[in-house]
Structure formats: structure tokens, C-alpha cells
């Protein structure tokens, strides 16, 4: 069963940025939409950015113009570059195909502070 590897995450201040990578376990990633999910405490999961095979892609709201998401499918690998970091970006980062999920991953924190 496929399984995701995330990394990248890190403690940085208000306006800097990070690029998280996620590594699958299988060359059939992808064929999949892939996408970065989040979740902070006391809070759902939720969607941040999605990619289709074919490379079409979609953002949350909150995100859009701030982070941008890619995949390198020889590499079996998905990124997540994000700007302008803001202190509501503070939370567990989590790659995924999208619904029906392969089991999560470990995540990576990603922590925004001054």
C-alpha cells in the first residue's frame, strides 16, 4: 500500500517561506491527484493544494497567490512551496492522494512565529 514520506517543515517567522517535499513509496503516485493537507490543533484537516496527473491545480483560499504546489513523478515526489508565511499556516502538514486516502504519513510541522 502506498505510503508518504513528508519533510521540510520547520519554525520560521511571519513573511519568510519553506518548500515541503513528500516522497510516495510506489511509481503509481502518478497517476493519482495528489494534494498537501494540514491540519492545526484543535482543528479538521483540511485541503491546501491539489495537483492532477496532468497537472492541473487548486488552492484553498486562504493560500492562493502564497503557495504553489508540484510534483516531479520520476522522483515520485510532491512539493509544496509557501510564501509569505502568516502565522495561521502553523500546523501539521500532511500529502495524500485525494478520497479514497492511503494511510498518513508522519507529517511535517510547520511552525510560524515571531
Known amino acids: 500500500q502506498m505510503r508518504f514520506v513528508e519533510s521540510g517543515g520547520g519554525l520560521v517567522q511571519p513573511g519568510e517561506s519553506l518548500r515541503l517535499s513528500c516522497v510516495a513509496s510506489?511509481?503509481?503516485?502518478?497517476?493519482?491527484?495528489l494534494g498537501w493537507y494540514r491540519q492545526a490543533p484543535g482543528r479538521q484537516r483540511e485541503l491546501v493544494a491539489q495537483?492532477?496527473?496532468?497537472?492541473?491545480?487548486d488552492y484553498a483560499e486562504s493560500v492562493k497567490g502564497r503557495f504553489a504546489i508540484s510534483r516531479d513523478d520520476a522522483k515520485h515526489t510532491l512539493y509544496l512551496q509557501m510564501n509569505d508565511l502568516r502565522n495561521e499556516d502553523t500546523a501539521e502538514y500532511y500529502c495524500?492522494?485525494?478520497?479514497?486516502?492511503?494511510?498518513w504519513g508522519q507529517g511535517t510541522q510547520v511552525t510560524v512565529s515571531s
Open positions: 495537483i492532477t496527473w496532468y497537472r492541473s491545480t
Open positions: 510506489e511509481s503509481t503516485a502518478r497517476t493519482y491527484t
Open positions: 495524500n492522494r485525494d478520497a479514497p486516502f492511503f494511510p
